[in-house]
């Protein structure tokens, strides 16, 4: 446990006489447990949730992005009391019934990475405007919708163009979402 954590309380799952502390994540109802003041990423790890990355730990790059109540936050900068009776998606909780979702697999069928390392982010954030809004996507849109993520492999142009294709072909998708195109090239001609 931390000072900080002393200072404000001591440990969540801890407290005698207390509720116990618990938020949804990827749909499974969870029992908070560590230092309130420890920063979420740690408690999502410890869950086995490994699609949680850190890199900056001062909330600025965006690598370690998580969905709390849908809205793109910094995990690393969430302390953990912070989840109490919220609902947390990562990037695990993006698929359905092991399958990746459309917008998954149109990060690969766009190579919209090299390392990976950040992409859990950028996934999460780029959900998270599609779910905002409806049609197809400007460009504009989406570097707004994704600023603060930081990639050093330079992906943003295939990033871009991967979230673009999902946008733009969502309204001509059936129930079960759009199909990803095959690359780059034609992920590029799917925009309007
Ligand atoms: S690791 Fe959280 S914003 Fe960089
Ligand atoms: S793909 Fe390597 S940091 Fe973004």
Known sequence: MTGADQAIGGDLGQRAGQATAS???NGVETVLEGGLAEPATGFLR???LYGVRETCSLGVCGTCTILLDGEPVSACILPLYALDGREVRTVEGLESEGQLSTLQRQFICSQAFQCSFCTPGFLLSAQALLDATEGPLTDEQVVEG????LCRCGCYESVK???RAVAARRQESDADGAQPT???QDAGRAAP
């Open 23 to 25: 938020c949804v994540v």
């Open 46 to 48: 410890r869950l086995g």
């Open 146 to 149: 994704l600023q603060g993520h």
């Open 161 to 163: 163009e991967a979230v």
């Open 182 to 184: 095959t690359g780059p």
